[in-house]
């Protein structure tokens, strides 16, 4: 079992910056590959960004590449979604999940509770 809960949410004007945390624990977690979703209200959960086990590979949603990036440092167990240049269509709750290297969320087994990031324009 893993247990995953993220931080960092918050309210913030059209163009700032936020960076979301994950912290990890139970099993290892560089055991898995970690990936980060959102859910908008009314909205299906959509796929933002994905880290491979030992952080060399990332992967991005067309929608937010050259704005977010992923990092993970597996020694404290932590992953990171740092979010520049945020756009009100960013607004959403974000996920953290720990599973396969994927862009489909039926490949994660773990899933945090979730933290609301609102965009203001």
């Known amino acids: 079992q893993v247990q995953l809960v993220e931080s960092g949410g918050g309210l913030v004007q059209a163009g700032g910056s936020l960076r979301l945390s994950c912290a990890a624990s139970g099993r290892t977690l560089s055991n898995y590959a970690m990936g980060w979703f959102r859910q908008a209200p009314g909205k299906e959960r959509e796929f933002v960004a994905t880290i491979s086990r030992g952080g060399k590979a990332t992967s991005y949603a067309d929608s937010v590449k050259g704005r977010f990036t992923i990092s993970r440092d597996n020694a404290k167990n932590m992953v990171y979604l740092q979010m520049n240049s945020l756009k009100p269509e960013d607004t959403a709750v974000y996920y953290c999940?720990?599973?396969?290297?994927?862009?489909?969320?039926?490949?994660?087994?773990?899933w945090g509770q979730g933290t609301q990031v609102t965009v203001s324009s």
């Open positions: 999940a720990a599973g396969g290297w994927s862009m489909f969320s039926t490949e994660y087994d773990y």
